[in-house]
């Protein structure tokens, strides 16, 4: 009742005064910067940032606690993650545990911690009302004050994060980032792992834990932060109510608040070798954080850097987004090299040598000035970008927050805008130095038992004259964010709210059939920025035929590399200044191109993209490098690879659809798309390109702020590019085929490393398609059974598996089930410790059962019911959706509301009854195909 009278009061002020009222009493407000507000609660402490956006979809609340590993000891070690997991269970005030509130709200939420924040967050669509954003708000101010910690909560959490801990363990570029970090961090918190060890979790007690939590878990030391669609009078309002009433948290003694000691200084170089499952490298240099007033040249470097380490390495995550310095550098993946000897360690070793003196000795001058240039304004153009997206921007604040202050995402833009190539050469001079250089050499060899830790001296005249790198510290980020510039342009603006009327739409929608013959839709729309999102699909020749050629795997990225009237550079520039993206992807029978651009630079994009399409160079040097790239990321063959599960499962689907090599629909091996890759030439490409690649069959959809004539335009520019020459486009349809149950299991080696995982996926295939009165009762069933994507809990595999048994961090599902053709699949997929792979098979194969003998329940289907009413508005919720969903609409001649039609009569038939019928007709108990492979064994 307060808040509705406070709402009634404000629209009163503002019809006889034409003003607004001020904030709630108690909450003061501090700055405004790129569209976000900072208030303060003078009851706590709690600073609150609000990012009203208009028209923006979504709303989202991310409250981000300045904890983080950082603030750990060693004892303590993954004691913040797992307080992470703790505090999604029982709370003051709330019945039942906070994530089956959150998911009653129908909201998407996570939770995230890194070294130095912690992070909470839940989704709602914009029109979920005041409310439910006033539910979440109760729910967060309950985890912040009221968590229980109880001891039944922390035995069945242990073991998830155990089993986090073993998945995260087995993926080769964490694996080889964390060994760099314990190389180059001895003292500071950063040479641990955020998740912590399995030994070290195993002990953490539930006092220490409640410990850690009333130190850390306070509103002075906690960022609430509501972005995207609401109403910012009704969001005060609610947060002074909700969080204005917990109490001022007692002054905290300096030693509490976890300030871990500098690094000492590293004076030579270090390297670690460990035994991986494929052989890799990574490097890293010490390089300062966040508020350090390097981090924007930092930020490029490693955009440089990624040049420089060639097109397979990959970048260390959280470059630059740190409190204290950390780690700039790359990982490479080299699975097609072998390291199982000592002889092939030392050839390993001379591959190292040679890729990081390419990286350390980087040329930074007048020769690549321009790229750099370029390059750079295209970096602050997708930072600037994110800052006005509330979900990406509500990411990004957090990672400031954890390096000191929210502000520094702005610092970081300003500093990009100034940035010149000179300071970047500067930042390369002074960190990227054998003195200040880590190594991680992941190796095949059974010899590595355990890791290994060397320092290596340097040359005798090197070691003479070298001093160690002086990597700075900043004490006081706030003090270094200092008085920012007002980014431009200033008021943030979402644009017009998205319609979900299916009749508005279809009025707003403009079809049309060019001369061409290409169909096109388009839907106005005002956009922030005046964006534009195109789709655009060239298709030809008929599935059989087209199944015999190859080029078409590096026509993408080669179609990217200059043509006949500009340079590759030239072309990158071009876009950069245009702030365009192009995005394409091949196959077999035809190019799907995206398209980002304004309303001012489409049409000159457009231009750019048809002389991309018509008149590529395909440059062999380009070919090469792509070919060595793709060889370099298969795995080297192997009996391992030839006979694991997943490779014995790939056989086995391809033996039942009855496909050999060079069919359409084949799924090649590892080995075999190897010798593809061997034998394609850059003829091959030139050739697809010649006879195949044109806009004989074409069609597009455009949404956002139109510029004018655009059918024109796409007539002149696409429609008309035509190869009389060009085999006409046939649709692939798959049909389903019958599939008796099979099992594949791999065992661990006895030289497997510790903390491998087992993971068990059960398969199964079955005739359906969208149009089939059974597809809605399915993922309605499917959705009882196994969640949706981004779903963690509130399924009969999750309740059981990870909530009650503790033994699955995560269960995935895959439906897919297509439009045209009858070749529907289900995937479930779980992992957990190898020897718990057998309660896990056991135990997903009895929920099924019981699934199917039982039922479903009246409250799961109302739940499965409104989730899947919230996932089937997504499309008409962006500008990306409404694109795909009016090329759907093109290929099957629809429309906005014969599909809403559909959904509603599909939704409107759900009952217990025809979900039961149509999970007993199509999930057979005897019919799954199921491979369960333990990591290490692969």
């Known amino acids: 009742m307060k808040s509705l009278r406070a709402l009634l009061l404000a629209c009163l002020l503002t019809l006889i005064f034409g003003v607004t009222p ?74 039942g545990d906070i994530s089956a509130a959150l998911q009653a709200l129908g909201a998407r939420y996570n939770g995230t911690t890194s070294f130095d924040r912690t992070n909470y967050l839940a989704s709602l669509p914009a029109d ?80 220490a834990l409640r410990a850690f939590y009333a130190r850390h878990y306070r509103p002075d030391r906690a960022v609430l932060m509501i972005a995207g669609g609401f109403d910012t009078t009704q969001a005060l309002a609610a947060v002074t109510e909700v969080f204005g009433a917990l109490p001022r948290p007692a002054a905290q003694p300096p030693e509490e608040a976890g300030e871990p000691s500098p690094e000492p200084d590293q004076t030579v170089p270090r390297v670690t070798t460990l035994r991986t499952r494929s052989t890799a490298l990574a490097v890293g240099w010490r390089v300062p954080g966040m508020a350090h007033r390097h981090a924007p040249a930092l930020a490029m470097l490693s955009q440089v850097l990624a040049s420089a380490g060639g097109p397979e390495s990959q970048a260390l995550a959280g ?87 929210w502000r520094l995402v702005f610092k970081q833009l300003e500093g990009l805008q100034r940035l010149q190539p000179d300071d970047i050469a500067e930042v390369a001079r002074l960190y990227l130095r054998s003195e200040n250089r880590s190594v991680a050499r992941g190796v095949t060899d059974p010899a590595v038992t355990a890791t290994q830790f060397e320092e290596q001296p340097l040359g005798f005249l090197s070691g003479l004259f070298s001093k160690p790198v002086q990597v700075q510290r900043v004490d006081d980020p706030s003090q270094a964010a200092g008085q920012l510039n007002e980014p431009a342009p200033a008021p943030l603006a979402g644009g017009q709210a998205f319609e979900t009327d299916a009749a508005a739409l279809d009025r707003a929608t403009q079809r049309y059939q060019l001369p061409s013959g290409m169909r096109i839709a388009l839907l106005p729309r005002e956009t922030a920025g005046e964006r534009v999102a195109l789709l655009l699909q060239l298709r030809w020749g008929a599935p059989r035929e087209m199944a015999k050629w190859q080029g078409w795997r590096a026509l993408a990225p080669l179609l990217d590399e200059g043509t006949a009237q500009h ?137 956002g702020a139109l510029p004018d004539k655009l059918p024109g335009v796409l007539e002149e520019l696409i429609g008309r590019w035509k190869k009389p020459g060009a085999p006409a486009f046939e649709h692939y349809v798959q049909h389903h085929f019958d599939e008796h149950a099979e099992r594949f299991v791999s065992q661990a080696p006895a030289d497997a490393p510790a903390g491998s995982v087992a993971t068990v996926v059960l398969h199964q295939e079955f005739a359906l398609n969208r149009d089939d009165p059974d597809f809605y009762p399915l993922l309605a069933g499917v959705r009882v059974l196994a969640g949706g994507a981004g779903e963690p809990g509130g399924s009969r595999l999750a309740d059981r598996l990870r909530s009650r048994e503790a033994i699955s961090y995560a269960i995935q599902q895959t439906l897919q089930v297509p439009a045209e053709g009858d070749r529907a699949f289900l995937r479930l997929q779980a992992g957990s410790a190898p020897r718990d792979a057998g309660r896990l098979e056991a135990g997903m194969r009895e929920e099924i059962a019981r699934l199917l003998a039982d039922g479903v329940g009246s409250e799961e289907l109302e739940a499965a019911r409104g989730r899947l009413a919230t996932e089937l508005r997504q499309p008409l919720l962006s500008d990306a959706g409404l694109a795909a969903s009016l090329m759907g609409q093109l290929e099957r001649g629809s429309s906005f509301s014969a599909d809403r039609q559909k959904q509603d009569q599909g939704m409107a038939a759900l009952t217990a009854e025809r979900v039961d019928a149509a999970l007993r007709r199509l999930l057979r108990p005897e019919g799954w195909v199921a491979v369960v492979r333990d990591t290490a064994g692969d």
Not at 168 to 189: K, T
Request: charged share 20%.
């Open 128 to 207: 979920a009302g005041a409310l439910a954003l006033r539910r979440v708000l109760q729910l967060e101010a309950a985890r912040m004050s009221g968590a229980h910690l109880s001891e039944q909560a922390l035995a069945r959490e242990t073991p998830i994060v155990l089993n986090e801990l073993g998945l995260r363990g087995q993926a080769l570029a964490p694996q080889m980032q964390q060994a760099l970090s314990a190389a180059a961090f001895r003292q500071h918190p950063y040479g641990r792992p955020v998740i912590g060890y399995a030994t070290g979790l195993e002990q953490l007690s539930l006092p």
């Open 22 to 95: 001020a904030q709630p009493q108690g909450l003061r407000e501090v700055r405004s910067l790129g569209g976000i507000t900072e208030y303060a609660l003078d009851a706590n402490g709690l600073q609150v940032l609000l990012m009203p956006v208009s028209g923006a979809p979504r709303l989202t609340v991310t409250v981000t606690y300045r904890v983080g590993s950082r603030q750990e000891t060693a004892a303590e070690a993954g004691m913040a993650h797992l307080l992470e997991h703790l505090s999604f269970h029982d709370a003051e005030g709330v019945d």
């Open 319 to 405: 470059v630059a987004a740190t409190r204290d310095p950390y780690l700039i550098g790359r990982t490479l993946p080299l699975p097609a090299v072998p390291s199982g000897t000592a002889s092939d360690r030392a050839a390993l070793e001379m591959r190292e040598q040679r890729w990081i003196d390419g990286l350390q000795d980087l040329r930074i001058d007048r020769s690549n000035a321009g790229w750099l240039r370029s390059a750079t304004a295209e970096y602050a153009r997708q930072w600037q970008a994110a800052l006005r997206d509330p979900e990406r921007a509500s990411s990004l604040i957090s990672d400031a927050i954890g390096a000191g202050d």
């Open 567 to 703: 340079t590759a550079d030239q072309v990158r520039e071009i876009r950069m200044k245009l702030g365009a993206e192009i995005h394409m992807q091949a196959g077999p029978q035809g190019l799907s191109i995206r398209v980002a651009a304004s309303r001012a630079t489409l049409v000159p994009t457009l231009v750019l993209l048809r002389e991309m399409l018509a008149e590529p160079l395909l440059p062999e040097p380009a070919f090469r490098r792509l070919q060595a790239a793709q060889l370099s990321r298969l795995p080297a063959a192997n009996a391992r690879v030839d006979t694991g599960p997943d490779e014995r499962e790939r056989r086995f689907h391809m033996i039942h659809v009855g496909l050999n090599r060079g069919e359409p629909g084949y799924q090649p091996s590892a080995a075999e798309l190897a010798a593809i890759w061997r034998e394609l030439r850059v003829e091959d490409v030139r050739e697809f390109h010649r006879r195949f690649c044109s806009a004989n069959d074409a069609i597009a959809a455009v949404v």
